[in-house]
């Protein structure tokens, strides 16, 4: 069976920083994108990031470039969130996904809709109180 595990999240005052990770079990990932997404109370599932599957390419939604950065640890099949500056409206749950057959080995992270995922993460929670 496979599983995405994320942790990492919590509770932060704005402008401090977390770094998420998830964690695939039952299968790697190694060859397919990953991605980030997150879900604030009352609105849609957004994007925030994507890599290649290894790690040369990278997508941010823009509120959170500059920020935000996403890595990958293809030996360890991994990935991680790291968020630094945080402010209140990144407040949501964040959902670690794998992508699916279209993202095997593709030079491009432009895979920013939840269609493009064929496996997703349970998400962790991030408050960051103001």
């Known amino acids: 069976q496979v599983q995405l595990v994320e942790s990492g999240g919590g509770l932060v005052q704005a402008g401090g920083s977390l770094r998420l990770s998830c964690a695939p079990s039952g299968r790697t990932f190694s060859s397919y994108a990953m991605g980030w997404f997150r879900q604030a109370p009352g609105k849609e599932r957004e994007f925030v990031a994507t890599?290649?599957?290894?790690?040369?390419?990278?997508n941010y939604v823009d509120s959170v470039k500059g920020r935000f950065t996403i890595s990958r640890d293809n030996a360890k099949n991994t990935v991680y969130l790291q968020m630094n500056s945080l402010k209140p409206e990144d407040t949501a749950v964040y959902y670690c996904?794998?992508?699916?057959?279209?993202?095997?080995?593709?030079?491009?992270?432009?895979?920013?809709?939840?269609?493009?995922?064929?496996?997703w993460g349970q998400g962790t929670q991030v408050t960051v109180s103001s």
């Open positions: 890599i290649s599957w290894n790690g040369k390419i990278t």
């Open positions: 996904a794998a992508g699916g057959a279209r993202t095997y080995r593709s030079g491009s992270a432009y895979y920013t809709a939840p269609y493009e995922y064929e496996y």
